[in-house]
């Protein structure tokens, strides 16, 4: 079983930069991909960013690309989503995602699969104001 808590949400005016954090529970998180996924009311779950477990291989939605960026530390059990150049667009619940199989090596389309991920966040409302 893994727990994750996202924290870094609030509000913030278009052209602000927003830091989220997500902290994982268990001891192999070294080896499990993590994503971003955001969603708005009456959409489906949108991928954001992911990244792969050696930390080196990240893939971008193109909404954020140049924008977002994805990192994690390992040895905090910690994976970020940092938010530059917000847009009002950007306003969104946004959930932390894990798949657990320790060092899959999953495609980038895979990434983008919602149902690539077995535990999620409770999220955590980003809000861009115009």
């Known amino acids: 079983q893994v727990q994750l808590v996202e924290s870094g949400g609030g509000l913030v005016q278009a052209g602000d930069s927003l830091g989220l954090s997500c902290a994982a529970s268990g001891r192999a998180f070294s080896s499990y991909t993590m994503g971003w996924f955001r969603q708005v009311p009456g959409k489906e779950r949108e991928f954001v960013a992911a990244i792969r477990w050696s930390g080196g291989s990240t893939v971008y939605a193109d909404s954020v690309k140049g924008r977002f960026t994805i990192s994690r530390d390992n040895a905090k059990n910690l994976v970020y989503l940092l938010m530059n150049n917000l847009k009002p667009e950007d306003t969104a619940v946004y959930y932390c995602?894990?798949?657990?199989?320790?060092?899959?090596?999953?495609?980038?389309?895979?990434?983008?699969?919602?149902?690539?991920?077995?535990?999620w966040g409770q999220g955590t409302q980003v809000t861009v104001s115009s």
């Open positions: 995602a894990a798949d657990p199989r320790p060092y899959y090596a999953a495609s980038d389309s895979q990434l983008y699969n919602p149902q690539l991920y077995n535990y």
